[in-house]
């Protein structure tokens, strides 16, 4: 059984850090692109950042470039989001996800719809 869970949310300023982090049991990582999507309250769930199965591809939307980083450990089957300059805006259910592919890369691997595996989120809350 497939198992994704996010961890590292929390309340934090303007301009704050945090650091999410997904570990997934179940499935060999290195088998997965892997992403994190978030949802605001009356919003479509959105891709914030994605990476490919190996992690020489990425893709990050306009909105977090420069402020947030992916990174995986296929060996520890874990996936981090190094948040940075925080803004009220990204106050968000932020979600981790698998895609098992081992094709594409950029922003044709960050789609919504394609994802399989879904953790149940973590909220993060940025005040201004």
């Known amino acids: 059984q497939v198992r994704v869970v996010e961890s590292g949310g929390g309340l934090v300023q303007a301009g704050g850090s945090l650091r999410l982090s997904c570990t997934a049991s179940?499935?060999?990582?290195?088998?997965?692109?892997m992403g994190w999507f978030r949802q605001a309250p009356g919003k479509e769930r959105e891709p914030v950042s994605c990476i490919n199965w190996s992690g020489d591809s990425t893709y990050y939307a306009d909105s977090v470039k420069g402020r947030f980083t992916i990174s995986r450990d296929n060996a520890k089957n874990t996936l981090v989001l190094q948040m940075n300059g925080l803004k009220p805006e990204d106050t968000a259910m932020y979600y981790c996800?698998?895609?098992?592919?081992?094709?594409?890369?950029?922003?044709?691997?960050?789609?919504?719809?394609?994802?399989?595996?879904w953790g149940q989120g973590t909220q993060v809350t940025v005040s201004s």
């Open positions: 179940g499935l060999i990582l290195a088998d997965y692109a």
């Open positions: 996800a698998a895609l098992n592919s081992y094709s594409g890369s950029g922003a044709s691997i960050c789609t919504v719809g394609e994802y399989s595996y």
